[in-house]
């Protein structure tokens, strides 16, 4: 029987993958998402833009997930939600009560057909056509990686820091604040555009010798920045140098980037643990500032000369990322584009009278879910 199902029922899928700060959104089958929007709604009372992720209680959350949805529906994908299946591309550490509102808003206010869970770190290795390798989101709020080894999430081995873009913007402020008197509290759209269009990750040892007390090295030049009418603002090379350093400093437990990667390798068993570092992946939209990979690379090797890590160097031992088929900021979705055409739809998603009849979502989390079948 044939994988793929026939072209007409492939149209009626959509895919969605809500991030915190973005929503990527297209059809089955599709190379790239149809749109990418911010995960915002305006709000009707202060007509400000609020992020879903700011909801107060879970009335809150249901209210700003249905206009949403409706936003998703009727003005970008344009199709009725009625009866319809949809593949939700998920991070396995989303909330429950996030999960369980979403659904309640799918099924019982829009009545969609079925609901397939795609867990985001697993289905971003389809475009790359490998079942084990190491996975690195960094997004927005926060970066988590997860060892995937012959198609299965080792869940015990994964690994999250809350560090990610926000933490960057963050610090930009922070710096902007200090170089510019009188700026302070610039929109978050403005500080990302700054980090976006002039900030860069830059190499080991020159942030190493930024970091020292008497740095010896030229920073590299400066750039004004347009705020609207004729305030410019100065964005000095430091700055635009090193505010990317907040990802690689460790925290108080010791743990950054890098030692998430090294720490999920040392969970796993040793056999795979040379595959799984010669087939990182590295996902979100972090990822794409100019030279992340490059500096991520040089930080590995230098703590791979630590004592807790030293003997994961064995004969061979190399660490190498995929490049995959598609911008980092959409693999997750990508992946589930793919899975969502395939004939597993049928019996891996979630349907409605599956759902109305108790009105939860299984969840790997759920010991009752995760039952061994004695069939
Ligand atoms: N081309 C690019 N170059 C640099 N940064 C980019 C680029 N495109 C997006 N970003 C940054 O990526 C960040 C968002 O990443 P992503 O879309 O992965 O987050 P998210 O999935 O919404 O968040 P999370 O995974 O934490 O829920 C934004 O801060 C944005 O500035
Ligand atoms: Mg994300």
Known sequence: MPIYESESLIKLHIVLEIGTAYTRLGF????????????????????????????KDQNDLYDMLVEFIQLIYFKYALISPKDKPIVLVESILCPTLFRSTLAKVLFSHYEVSAIWYLPSHLVS????????????????????????????????AWEALPIGSQHVQKKIM???????????????????????????????????????????????????????GNKMLKVSGKLRE????????????????????????????????????GNI????????????????????????ELPK?????????????????????YTAW????????TELFASKALTRD????????PDWSNMRDNVRSTA
């Open 354 to 361: 599956q759902y109305l009849k108790e009105e939860r979502v």
């Open 334 to 341: 990508l992946g589930g584009a793919i899975y969502s055409c």
């Open 125 to 156: 290795l389809a475009p790359l056509e490998v079942d084990t390798a190491l996975v690195l989101d960094v997004g927005y709020s926060e970066a988590v990686a997860v060892p995937i080894c012959h198609g299965y999430p080792v869940l015990h």
């Open 281 to 304: 992946l590295l996902t979100g939209g972090t990822i794409m500032t100019p030279g992340f990979k490059a500096r991520l690379k040089a930080e590995l090797h230098k703590q791979l």
């Open 28 to 55: 089955s089958g599709e190379f790239a998402p149809r749109f990418i929007i911010k995960s915002e709604i305006r709000c009707k009372t202060t007509n400000k833009m609020r992020k879903l992720s700011d909801y």
């Open 174 to 228: 922070e710096l902007l604040s200090s170089d510019n008197l009188g700026v302070q509290n610039l929109n978050e759209d403005v500080l990302e555009d700054i980090k976006d269009r002039c900030c860069f990750v830059t190499k080991i040892d020159r942030a190493e010798n930024f970091s020292s007390a008497k740095p010896t090295i030229t920073p590299c030049p400066e750039v004004t920045y347009p705020l609207g």
């Open 242 to 277: 090193t505010a990317f350093e907040v990802l690689y400093n460790e925290d108080v437990d010791g743990r950054c980037l890098t030692t998430m990667i090294l720490d999920a390798l040392l969970k796993v068993n040793v056999d795979l643990r040379l595959k799984l570092a």
């Open 309 to 329: 890590y030293k003997h994961l160097k064995t004969e061979n031992f190399v660490f190498k990322f995929h490049n995959p088929p598609c911008k980092d900021n």
